[in-house]
């Protein structure tokens, strides 16, 4: 069964701290997506990428960065993290952007809920 | 700028009764449209999408959305809800002109069906 795995489901930070989310996929997908999800807001696109090392800005990239070495690791980084940005964080992945490739899905992961005190 | 609106945050329907989840976007050029179901403690999940063709698109567990131009809609509905629907619905639009690779999700509408 294709997946797209988050490492950790729930973290709990203090302000300040520098925070990982790892999400890795086995499809041998080229897209890669950070997304947050606020109720009320729906999802908010934080960063994406296309490509290894590469990497856009979404709607809300501010307060994070992002990281991929390799093509089914993409990671998401809060360099200090703050009480705002508590939230559920998701993953997502598709195939490229070619062809008729507006038509790509999106598969996501179980989320990661992070806290931060 | 594209966007989407979900008006309801919630509907409430009775099992066995049809439902319907509204969804209504803003996009400039043609639309490629989805749904997604998000149940409690998972990831979202692909619903159906609306590419091009036929405006009532078939999708998984018995769900189906109707594409109408004309109105900007794609409402989600089924013809016999389930208890098991009940869950968190996402429509969203990704617009080809943009170039762009975003996908552009609605606020969500948690859909509650009583048994």
């Known amino acids: 069964d294709v997946k797209v795995t988050q490492s950790s489901r729930y973290l709990v930070k203090r302000t300040g701290e520098k925070v990982f989310l790892e999400c890795v996929q086995d499809?041998?997908?080229?897209?890669m997506f950070w997304y947050r999800q606020d109720p009320g807001l729906g999802l908010r696109l934080i960063y994406f990428?296309?490509?290894?090392?590469?990497?856009e800005k979404g709607d809300i990239p501010e307060g994070y960065s992002v990281s991929r070495e390799k093509k089914e690791r993409f990671s998401l980084i809060l360099e200090s993290a703050s009480t705002n940005q508590t939230s559920m964080y998701l993953c997502?992945?598709?195939?490229?952007?070619?062809?008729?490739?507006?038509?790509?899905?999106?598969?996501f992961g179980a989320g990661s809920r992070l806290t931060v005190l | 700028a594209q966007s989407v609106a979900q008006p309801e945050d919630q509907v409430n329907v009775a099992e066995g009764n049809p439902l319907t989840v509204k969804c209504t976007y803003s996009?400039?050029?043609?639309?490629?449209l989805f749904w997604y179901v998000q149940y409690p403690n998972r990831g979202l999940q692909f619903l159906l999408k609306y590419i091009t063709g036929d405006n009532l698109v078939k999708g998984s567990y018995g769900f189906e959305a109707e594409f109408n131009k004309s109105q900007t809609s794609f409402h989600l509905k089924k013809p016999s809800a389930l208890v098991s629907d009940s869950a968190l619905y996402f429509c969203?639009?990704?617009?080809?002109?943009?170039?762009?690779?975003?996908?552009?999700f609605g606020a969500g509408t948690r859909l509650f069906v009583k048994a």
């Open positions: 969203a639009v990704r617009a080809l002109n943009t170039g762009g690779f975003k996908t552009i």
């Open positions: 997502a992945s598709s195939l490229g952007f070619r062809g008729n490739s507006g038509a790509n899905v999106l598969t």
């Open positions: 996009v400039s050029g043609n639309p490629y």
């Open positions: 499809m041998d997908h080229e897209n």
């Open positions: 990428s296309y490509d290894v090392k590469m990497k």
